[in-house]
């Protein structure tokens, strides 16, 4: 114990040294005062970088050192090292060859900590996690590996899942914390997969689905830094709460440029604060809507009926005809270019021929001969068309530009005709605040119509060319004074240090390039503004959850299809959900995805997992919910109480049940929760729930991904069996039911086979 202390001691002294150095070259980067944009650019790029190393470096300090594994035959060893430290990022000595001192948790070497059995040791003697408390080592728990060593250390555990259970057991916070120190095998596996594609990762209830896709996004981030940095990771939770649930999971593993996000979060402009029903919310997410937006936009590339008359501000009546438009707008068609793309081409041929038609009138030989225009008389005509606001007016009726905003506003308003008319009916809604369901219909909009963007490509060409002869300047002086600045890469770095040499600098262009990268927001910051912005990798958790417009506009967000989607089908909750994996990918990537799944649950106590086991049953008798990994001895109890007894019935429950630590939750049906809040100290209704309370009020729907040590279902009648399903897994400890009306079917047959 002694000796792993001093370790830990040294290791915290250095990160104390590295993370006073980053500190200070935050500081000095700022404090650096050059002249010109250049040298502010560069000035604040390296202030910027400094300050994210400064925020990973306090992200870890918590259980900084967990792990140490032991080698048991000299051709084992790594490096000529007999043990290891694991910890939550690599740390090295402060000498000449800067020596590993703490090995990352990703890195190769630390594989053997997760992976190892008696059976297949992997060459370790033993294994040992380290139990800390602030920089106190508080417990070492030991695992021989090798059965013919006989060296003991007196903290061996003789189940070897200690401190899996001590985790499990432990309170929680409101907050999902990592698992680095207990990520088991089959984890790990998935954690680590080599698969570039989409891997699906499917499991019950408590399996560690978002542990997993979380310490995934940190293992890609280490394993894949290069270009993940470059193009961020996006991990799409179901709601706000949750993604607040398990925001600092990451922070802890030394990551913080990862995008979190919801669906409606993702499209740059838009805030979805509205609400829509299940129904409207069903229609609105189904594959069908692609289609029908595309009717709905090529219904604003209209022709007259008869004639169009505009009135030219010089040359009095021009006549758009029927045949005219249909011609113009064929051949606008032919491009295959989003609308506002196409437009230009609508308004060139509308132009050209409204211009021989002025031609023929203005110069038509009284006498049958030719027309008695000129080349500039008739260029003179074309120009006075073309500039008309007038023609401009008509052509805008007939193909008008629009925004996503505008458009799916105005289907909105009036979706009759488009869809059956019940359907029309559900999701009609004039003005209001946009829905999540919405975000997606904006985005297909927004690839429907194009953007116009002609005039901000040649301003950027424009840049570009002038970054260029800037460069070109840099480049002669440096030339001319050969003196070359070496950057000292970051201590943490464990990769080649990538220092601007000579031989880099290849030519202006490339160096203009180099500028034109140092935007100061980092990779994810850049992702959240940019609708258009190519993720490295994208996580989707409760990916049951999506609808079929949701996932287009996901894939359109990841052009390689590198994805990571884990879920439960058996939770799928709201209605717009598709069925099976291969249907909901088969569009995208055919059958070319892996699908692993994950069979423990390390959340719920068998005895409580038992009761939600049967009821998915009743409904599912295939199904197979994962087995729990402990038990508590704890039955969960139902009660039935009259209806003016219930809000203090709760009350008494919370009472009772609130653990002396960690948090308690109240599932109950929205429209109860104003009568329960008033009689819970502390609580009030919210929209959001707020997760850092001891007693937390929410609906089925919105415990999704939650846990609590325990929690007390109320009045479970109205629900469908998938949300009772979640609502029954999210205890770690124990559960209780109270009701007044009957209980759902499935609950009251499971309870009975009890
Ligand atoms: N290897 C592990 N070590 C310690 N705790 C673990 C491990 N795996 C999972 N857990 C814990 O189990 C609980 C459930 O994990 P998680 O929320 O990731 O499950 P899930 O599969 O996403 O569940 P659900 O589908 O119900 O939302 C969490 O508290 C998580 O920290």
Redesign the pocket.
């Known amino acids: 114990m002694r000796s792993e202390q001093e370790f830990v001691a040294r290791v915290y002294a250095r990160l104390g040294q590295l993370q006073e150095a980053a500190e200070q070259s935050a500081e000095s980067a700022l404090a650096q005062v050059g002249t010109g944009r250049q040298a502010r650019l560069e000035r604040d790029v390296a202030a910027l970088e400094k300050g994210r190393l400064v925020a990973e470096l306090n992200g870890v300090e918590n259980g900084l050192v967990f792990g140490r594994i032991d080698l048991n035959h000299p051709d084992n060893l790594v490096e000529e090292r007999d043990n290891f430290h694991i910890g939550r990022i690599g740390i090295r000595a402060d000498d000449r060859e800067r020596t590993p001192i703490l090995i990352d948790w990703r890195a190769d070497v630390a594989r053997p900590f997760y992976l190892a059995t008696s059976h297949v040791p992997m060459g370790l003697r033993r294994r040992r996690h380290i139990t800390m408390q602030g920089h106190e080592v508080l417990a070492l728990h030991d695992e021989i590996l090798d059965l013919t060593d006989e060296e003991r250390t007196g903290f061996e555990d003789p189940n070897g899942d200690a401190v ?1 259970l001590a ?2 057991n432990a309170a929680r916070t409101g907050r ?2 990592d ?1 680095v120190q ?3 095998a089959e ?1 790990d596996r998935i954690i680590r997969a080599p698969h570039q594609g989409v891997m699906v990762v499917e ?1 019950g ?8 896709a979380l310490h995934r996004a940190a293992y890609l981030l280490y394993a894949q830094r290069e270009l993940l940095a470059k193009r961020a990771v996006l991990i799409v939770g179901p709601n706000p709460a949750f993604l607040g649930y398990i925001g600092e999971v990451l922070p802890s593993l030394g990551e913080t440029g990862v995008l979190l996000a919801t669906i409606g979060e993702l499209f740059p402009g838009v805030h979805a604060t509205g609400e829509d029903t299940q129904g409207a919310a069903e229609v609105k997410g189904r594959a069908a809507m692609a289609e029908i937006l595309a009717e709905y936009v090529s219904d604003h590339q209209s022709v007259p009926d008869m004639v169009l008359e505009i009135d030219h501000e010089d040359h009095g009546t021009l006549l758009i005809d029927r045949a005219m438009a249909e011609e113009a707008r064929t051949a606008a068609r032919e491009m295959r270019l989003p609308h506002n793309l196409a437009r230009p081409y609508f308004a060139f041929r509308i132009v050209d021929a409204l211009t021989e038609q002025l031609v023929e009138r203005i110069g038509a030989d009284p006498f049958g001969g030719p027309n008695l225009l000129g080349p500039d008389d008739t260029a003179q005509l074309g120009k006075d068309v073309a500039t008309s606001a007038a023609v401009h007016g008509a052509i805008a009726e007939l193909w008008p530009e629009l925004t996503p905003q505008r458009l799916v506003r105005e289907f909105l308003a009036d979706p009759v005709g488009y869809l059956p008319d019940a359907d029309a009916e559900l999701i009609k809604r004039t003005g209001g605040a946009w829905t999540s369901a919405d975000i997606p219909l904006l985005d297909e909009a927004a690839e429907l119509l194009g953007v116009d963007d002609s005039a901000e490509r040649a301003r950027q060409e424009a840049e570009r060319q002038r970054r260029i002869e800037y460069a070109q300047g840099v480049l002669d002086l440096s030339y001319a004074s050969r003196t070359y600045e070496f950057e000292d890469k970051e201590e943490l770095d464990e990769d080649a240090a990538e220092v601007l040499s000579a031989h880099d600098i290849i030519d202006a262009e490339r160096m203009a390039e180099r500028q034109e990268e140092a935007d100061l927001r980092s990779a994810a910051e850049r992702a959240a503004a940019d609708r258009t912005w190519a993720f490295g990798h994208i996580i989707v958790d409760e990916a049951q959850e999506l609808s079929a417009m949701a996932w287009r506009l996901l894939m359109r967000r990841s052009p390689t299809k590198s994805m990571t989607l ?1 879920g ?1 089908p058996a ?1 799928t909750g709201d209605a717009a959900a598709l069925g099976s994996w291969s249907s909901i990918l088969a569009p995208y990537v055919g059958d070319r995805f892996e699908h692993v799944r ?1 069979r423990v649950n ?2 719920t106590p068998s005895e409580v997992m038992d009761l939600a086991a049967a009821v998915l049953r009743t409904e599912h008798p295939q199904a197979q919910p994962p087995a729990s990994v402990r038990s508590t001895g704890v039955p969960p109890w139902i009660s039935r109480v009259a209806a003016d007894e219930l809000p203090a019935a709760v009350a008494e429950a919370v009472g009772r049940e609130l653990p002396e630590e960690g948090r308690l939750a109240v599932i109950a049906p929205r429209e109860l929760h104003a009568a329960l809040a008033a009689r819970l100290d502390g609580v009030r209704p919210s929209t959001v729930p707020d997760l850092t309370q001891r007693v937390v009020l929410l609906d089925a729907r919105q415990s ?2 939650l ?1 609590f040590d325990a929690v007390l279902l109320v009045e479970p009648a109205g629900l469908a069996t998938s949300d009772l399903y979640v609502a029954l ?1 999210r205890a770690t400890q124990r559960l209780g039911i109270l009701h007044t009306a009957d209980l759902p079917q499935s609950l009251a047959e499971a309870a009975a086979a009890r």
């Open positions: 899996l985790a499990l999902m914390g698992i207990t990520i088991q984890q499991g209830p408590g399996t560690g689905k978002t542990a997993v884990v439960d939770q994950l390390y959340r999704k991904g846990e897994t």
